[in-house]
């Protein structure tokens, strides 16, 4: 951790006073946050809490002046440690009132009658707040309107700092190291459930602070899907092994895989990795600002998929930073023009054989000059464990 | 892992008509289910892709028959591993329609015109889709009413089911034997977020599936607050270092902290923790069915709080399964009446100086005959490193 806050505080006050701008464009007297990243963008309050549904947080981006933080009592040690002054607590959970009293109190004061409140309202985005409580709000509020929220916070944050760059360069590096460990951590017989556990070992002894996603697969010349968790099947000669992190250093994400055979490998699955190799570098050669997210799916799609069929995935990569997976998403109908700061997945998938695929991931950032790899790109030949 | 699904087809059977027996008293013609824990609940359907949030997922429980899944493409194989054979599929992220129409025609098959769907929106539940969508659902699915979903799946999934109490079980041993092994991985002069790193992989070495919650501290004499991400601070003698998981196992978290003194402790603290052993212990004595929430609140804080004053922590445990933290919460309000199967965690806090606390907790189950204790109880002195 480089801060208490993981940033100096003219990097919160500049995301503050970014938003605000736009706010003023799209006439919303505040934005309404309520999940964990958009606090946290604003606030820098970070904690692994979030994993208990219980209470709500809320937070208060007003027109001009500070954010205001209206939350349980028990975050208020940790909020008070930040940039936030002004920061209202209740004891939660209040079968009676969960912070909805203090909430109304506080956007009454600074929204005006006729104001907008803005929430994010968009795809990849929900409400975390009981849905009964946010339509009192809606009620109590009026004729104040909750409408969406211009897409602000989403927009912000698709563009990173150098300093959040380097928080998930860090982020990457664990990566790679607790990959190239894997050959001498696991081998043929061992069940998938327990190379898991190990590879999940690996990156915290590299430095992870946690480890919030793994998914991964092993199975003869590829695999059905990318999303299952581990079964107790031992890893066989001839399997495929992927693993896929999305570890966190600092509040900030790596998201990239790596395939390893067991043993010698079918023609037909060295041909499938050079492929998705070769279709990484085709979108990383193109990756600069101008060019468009549908660019880069058309780059990767043409090498990985020259029928042009749909990808069972839906996608070829996407944005990256405190979450494991942010906007934009590359698809053909995204037409979000690369600007430097840009962090995104590459991540093509390519079908093997029947009913079997392989998935290969690195990560980027776009500069002036083109892409930057954030993981160590990898060779076209597999990993052999 | 004990099967695909983690329980035999017929426990989500059993459940799924449970909810609808509840269903028919409540008016409700279906359940629309949009979190990882309802999904999972009625379907098994078990990933850590729920990280990611770009995609929606829905599964509805009719008034009768299996339900129905509502889900991207990428689901497709991982939940036609189980038992919901009704699977219907989009390509997301769709910018033009993510799953809407697909859900409205399933809803609009299922429901009557002048049906009622309910949809959670009580205290400790969200929405996981846009709010911008579930706005277009409601309209597009007029004179159809989206209302609250009468508490069905919250008061189900509060009383578990032998094999769910045995999942939790196994996790809190888990938990049990890496905190046996803390005194031999940890030593003073440590950074606490090497400390957190080595107790992750502590849990992961003994079993543990992964460990999505780790909370602690170190401070001398205790601690100012229970939710902070490690610093680097080193361990220094007379710390008290506190380490709270919530680990998973097959889908199953337990939740439990040890506290451990760095070196010789103070007499204060020494007699801090007595009483919250005392208070745990005062709790799963009249912890029996027919006893309410409220009566253990009140076992607990006649020791630890004997001035009556309202905790930072604002309850003294809660419930515990798929979540971390599960209703109902152990405030004075609650009073729900204990039944054979809840489990719950007995979560007391003290101060022991100004500004500083300790926190314990255990997890028990409510049997016949009174608590089962799931965690290995923790003796009155404190742990020393």
């Known amino acids: 951790m480089t801060s208490p806050l993981g940033f100096p505080v003219e990097e919160f006050k500049q995301r503050t006073s970014a938003a605000q701008a736009l706010m003023a464009q799209h006439g919303l007297s505040a934005l309404m946050l309520t999940t964990e990243p958009e606090i946290r963008y604003y606030t820098g309050f970070l904690t692994r809490f979030w994993e208990s549904p219980t209470r709500p947080w809320f937070v208060i981006v007003p027109a001009a002046g500070d954010p205001i933080a209206v939350i349980p009592s028990i975050g208020a040690h940790l909020m008070g440690q930040g940039w936030i002054k002004d920061i209202r607590t209740w004891a939660a959970p209040d079968y009676e009132d969960d912070g909805i009293a203090l909430l109304i109190g506080a956007l009454s004061e600074i929204v005006p009658a006729n104001g907008r409140i803005g929430l994010a309202d968009q795809m990849e985005s929900h409400v975390r707040m009981p849905l009964a409580h946010l339509r009192r709000l809606e009620i109590a509020l009026s004729p104040r309107t909750i409408v969406g929220d211009a897409m602000i916070t989403r927009h912000l944050r698709m563009v990173k700092s150098e300093a959040e760059i380097d928080k998930i360069r860090h982020a990457a590096g664990i990566a790679n190291r607790a990959f190239d460990r894997v050959p001498d951590s696991v081998s043929a017989g061992m069940p998938l459930s327990e190379v898991f556990r190990r590879f999940q070992c690996l990156c915290l002894e590299e430095g992870a602070d946690w480890v919030p996603y793994l998914a991964g697969a092993a199975e003869a010349a590829g695999y059905a899907d990318v999303i299952s968790p581990a079964t107790d099947a031992p890893l066989a000669l001839g399997d495929v092994l992927m693993l896929d992190t999305g570890l966190v250093w600092d509040g900030y994400f790596c998201d990239f895989d790596r395939n390893f055979s067991i043993g010698s490998l079918a023609p037909d699955v060295a041909t499938a990795h050079y492929r998705l190799i070769d279709a990484t570098h085709a979108a990383a050669d193109i990756a600069k600002p101008g060019v468009t997210i549908a ?57 093997v054989r029947d009913g079997k695929i392989l998935v290969h991931e690195e990560n980027i950032v776009i500069r002036e000059a083109g892409a930057e790899f954030l993981s160590q790109p990898q060779s076209r030949d597999i990993r052999v464990i």
Chains 1, 2 share one sequence.
Do not use: C, K, Y
Request: hydrophobic content about 45%.
């Open 295 to 351: 660019d880069l799916f058309q780059a990767m799609n043409g090498i990985v998929n020259p029928s042009g069929d749909v990808m069972e995935a839906g996608r070829l990569g996407h944005g990256l930073g405190m979450q494991l997976t942010e906007w934009p998403s590359i698809i053909p109908q995204d037409h979000t023009v690369l600007v430097p700061g840009m962090v995104l997945t590459l991540e093509p998938s390519v079908i």
